[in-house]
């Protein structure tokens, strides 16, 4: 497991086929915000319900094996692609919280803190998203 820069999760690659990454394997984050868990759970809720979205579209008696794989791999890309500013905005705050913990020089701190300021002037939103029905 290793650290995802905000950038690596903006240009990243979470899935290859029918198989992705979630949780801790697509977002490792530090415990600064303490969102862990809950963006874990946000993303088993999202990916469910991606698949489930697909499996609607799916008619078994009339479709083989890579009709079912492609409609999988659409709801991975949906689900991807659902996560990822989620994810860079989260990544973004953990990171720069974690270059003010280590108490940096301190035109590093001024830049960093305007940044947060810009960036997440409500310093609870992080801890409000909804990521809405299964």
């Known amino acids: 497991m290793k650290y ?6 903006l240009l990243g690659s979470f899935r290859k086929g029918t198989v992705t990454v979630a949780g801790d ?10 969102q862990g868990g809950s963006v874990a759970l946000e993303d088993a809720i999202i990916l469910a ?10 008619d078994i008696k009339t479709n083989g094996n890579q009709v079912i794989a492609y409609k999988v791999g659409e709801a991975l890309d949906q689900y991807v692609k659902e996560r990822r500013m989620r994810l860079v905005r989260l990544s973004t705050q953990t990171y ?4 003010l913990i280590k108490n940096p020089p301190l035109l590093v701190r001024f830049v960093c803190n ?3 300021k810009v960036l997440f ?6 801890s ?4 809405g029905c299964l």
Not at 4 to 9: E, K, L, V, Y
Not at 49 to 58: T, W
């Open 4 to 9: 995802q820069a905000p950038w690596d999760i």
């Open 25 to 34: 394997a697509m977002h490792v984050m530090g415990p600064f915000l303490g």
């Open 49 to 58: 319900r991606c698949l489930a979205q697909k499996r609607h579209e799916i």
């Open 96 to 99: 720069l919280t974690g270059i």
């Open 114 to 116: 305007i940044l947060m």
């Open 121 to 126: 002037s409500d310093s609870a939103a992080h």
């Open 128 to 131: 409000q998203y909804d990521c």
